[in-house]
């Protein structure tokens, strides 16, 4: 009997089980490790989700994956961003990253272009507002940060019109679907399918805000 009431004992003080590496609760609680720390501590975590460039092979799909290097180039300057997102000691949620979520910032929901089907990506919240980021699990959380400004980029080099319509596409419509076909196209410099993508375009997707 002794036995039996230490061991609901030991059993009622043990410490809650860890969640799964690379779950959606072991991201909430690593955020919750940084979220209301102070600029410099904050600055240095965000500083560490760049994505080495192994994870970026295996993981980025093909015609994005030569964007590496602008990555990485530009990824110091979104730190600041991303810590000042992490300001707040307001809770934090996290889910998976899915298509046609529709909680999701545009350049999330574009984001997802970037990465295979069903890939277990994850976005957070703070206070219910976004950390525009999409985080990836290699061992320790990445983030694409600005990613999706640098597709935008390239889509606007060779259609500036057409990028402006492509910056409206989000989680949901018709837009959506043919925002991912331009962007492919314009990464894999294929101008015969960007432009008729981009005629499509035209006609899917609404007007750009003044």
Known sequence: MRLSVLAVLIACNAPPPRPAPGSATDLAEYLRTIAGADETTREHAVAGWLVPEATWNRTIVPAWRGLYAEYT????????????????????????????????????????????????????????????????????????????????????????????????????????????VVADAALRGNRADLDRACRMAATMCGNPAP
């Open 73 to 180: 180039a530009q990824f110091a300057s979104r730190v600041p961003i991303a810590a000042a997102q992490l300001a707040s000691l307001d809770p934090v949620t996290t889910r998976r990253h899915w298509a046609g979520d529709p909680h999701l910032t545009l350049a999330e929901a574009r984001l997802r272009w970037a990465l295979p089907v069903q890939y277990p990506s994850m976005v957070a919240d703070v206070g219910g507002h976004p950390v525009d980021a999409v985080f990836i699990y290699d061992g320790s959380w990445r983030a694409l940060l600005g990613l999706d400004e640098l597709v935008l980029a390239h889509v606007r080099a060779l259609d500036a019109d057409c990028a402006a319509k492509v910056a409206l596409a989000g989680p949901l419509g018709k837009c959506t679907e043919i925002g991912f």
